[in-house]
């Protein structure tokens, strides 16, 4: 019922930027951690960088200073600011919302966007 809508990923070249977004849709439900992953060719996936729902951040040292991560919590969306991006985040990058339902708690993930760092 509830889906992930990812965008804002393509093709730029080191040292540029993209912003990821990925909103979610569906009946009202409750988000607590909301993060990103990514995925490049030959790799396992990893987690790149959450948010919680207060606002509290944690990120993979490889991106720290370059990666935003922020929420807008009345919009049920998380966004990816990727600045000085290398090579080496070529990936696709998918996001992970924790949702609340009564007692349960489930995972929700994006489709998954591309994100290509090359001259």
């Known amino acids: 019922q509830v889906q992930l809508v990812e965008s804002g990923g393509g093709l730029v070249q080191p040292g540029g930027s993209l912003r990821l977004s990925c909103a979610g849709s569906?009946?009202?439900?409750?988000?607590?951690?909301m993060r990103w992953y990514r995925q490049a060719p030959g790799k396992q996936r990893e987690l790149v960088a959450d948010i919680t729902r207060g606002g509290s951040t944690n990120y993979i040292n490889s991106v720290l200073g370059r990666f935003t991560i922020s929420r807008d919590n009345a919009k049920n969306t998380v966004y990816l600011q990727m600045n000085s991006l290398k090579p080496e985040d070529t990936a696709v990058y998918y996001c992970?919302?924790?949702?609340?339902?009564?007692?349960?708690?489930?995972?929700?993930w994006g489709q998954g966007t591309q994100v290509t760092v090359s001259s």
């Open positions: 569906g009946p009202v439900y409750s988000i607590h951690g």
């Open positions: 992970n919302f924790d949702l609340v339902v009564g007692d349960g708690v489930f995972a929700s």
